[in-house]
């Protein structure tokens, strides 16, 4: 019997976003519309949400939006010239962590969660090659709330792709694609509603306390 509850089906094959320098494939919805809002309700009650911090060309910034950063172990992650240190899994990182392995075929020891409240907050253009993240190592994006484009450009031709991500979505990078294109959540006037985005990453071993 066909039963609502269950995880949404997948796209027999993903969706490449990019031809060429990388691999980024759409795989559309991952959970039923029940499922991605109750993620979204436990995640945006049970995360500790902080103000990001970055600094920038000497410049101390506290963003809007919000983040937080779980994993295996107290893996350290530096971007944008500051450390974070991972917190433990909660139930519901793991399962989701656990769903998008099994999607993929990829395995994950870490997550970056962000939360931006409404359509004025989004992500400049970056790629995420840190040293501490695995090398060409696969990045996987779940969206939840708000549907909100994600863009990719290429570092040297410029060119420019768009997909929307729905949510309960699933997207991956993988390959070279952090290598040759940066990507960013563009801000939209909009939207007024919040989104959660999670990417689960692969930190390296040594990257601990
Ligand atoms: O919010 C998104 O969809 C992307 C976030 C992102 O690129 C990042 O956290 O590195
Ligand atoms: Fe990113």
Known sequence: MYN???????APSPI?????????????MMLSYQQADDYFEKLLTQIEWKHDQVNIQGQFIVTPRK??????QPFHYT???????AL???PELLQLKALVE?????????????????????????SDAEKDLRKNGAIASVSLGAERKFSFKHKHNQQTLSVLLQHGSLLIMRGETQSHWLHRLPPTKKISTPRINLTFRMINQR???
């Not at 609502?4 to 997948?10: G, K, R, S, W, Y």
């Not at 490449?16 to 559309?28: A, C, K, M, P």
């Not at 099994?102 to 970056?126: P, R």
């Open 4 to 10: 609502m509850d269950l995880f949404a089906e997948l």
């Open 88 to 90: 433990p899994w909660t």
């Open 16 to 28: 490449n976003i990019i031809d060429y320098d990388g691999i980024v494939e759409y795989y559309g």
């Open 67 to 72: 983040i937080a950063w779980y994993g295996d």
């Open 79 to 85: 971007y944008s010239n500051v450390t974070k240190v």
């Open 207 to 209: 990257n601990i306390t």
């Open 102 to 126: 099994q999607q993929t075929g990829y395995k994950f020891n870490a997550c970056l969660l962000n939360l931006y409240h409404s359509g004025d907050e989004g992500m400049t253009w970056h």
